[in-house]
Nanobody, 119 residues
Framework: QVQLVESGGGLVQAGGSLRLSCAASGSIFSINAMGWYRQAPGKQRDLVARITSGGTTSYADSVKGRFTISRDDTKNTVYLEINSLKPEDTAVYYC?????????????WGQGTQVTVSS
């Protein structure tokens, strides 16, 4: 089992920045990759950034150049730095951990953190 707790969301003006945090606990040795999804009202949940246990990162095209995912293994925490925020970035941001292997592979989700960008 992996537990994820997000923090760092809030209300920010367009053009501002935020740093989201996702602290992992439990069977962290089983984590293959972690990432961030977001879900705006009435829309599907979409992947925005991902980082593997080896440190390889990937981003959705819509956020490249503005979002940066990173990890601090000493704190078992993954971060999402969001710059030049736009109103369309308003969403609930969820942390995800890809854990296990084979038939035991599964995803764990955090509870989400709200990001609201005012114009």
């Amino acid at each position: 089992q992996v537990q994820l707790v997000e923090s760092g969301g809030g209300l920010v003006q367009a053009g501002g920045s935020l740093r989201l945090s996702c602290a992992a606990s439990g069977s962290i040795f089983s984590i293959n990759a972690m990432g961030w999804y977001r879900q705006a009202p009435g829309k599907q949940r979409d992947l925005v950034a991902r980082i593997t246990s080896g440190g390889t990162t990937s981003y959705a095209d819509s956020v490249k150049g503005r979002f940066t995912i990173s990890r601090d293994d000493t704190k078992n925490t993954v971060y999402l730095e969001i710059n030049s925020l736009k109103p369309e970035d308003t969403a609930v941001y969820y942390c995800i951990a890809d854990s296990g292997a084979g038939w035991g592979r599964r995803d764990y989700w955090g509870q989400g953190t709200q990001v609201t960008v005012s114009s």
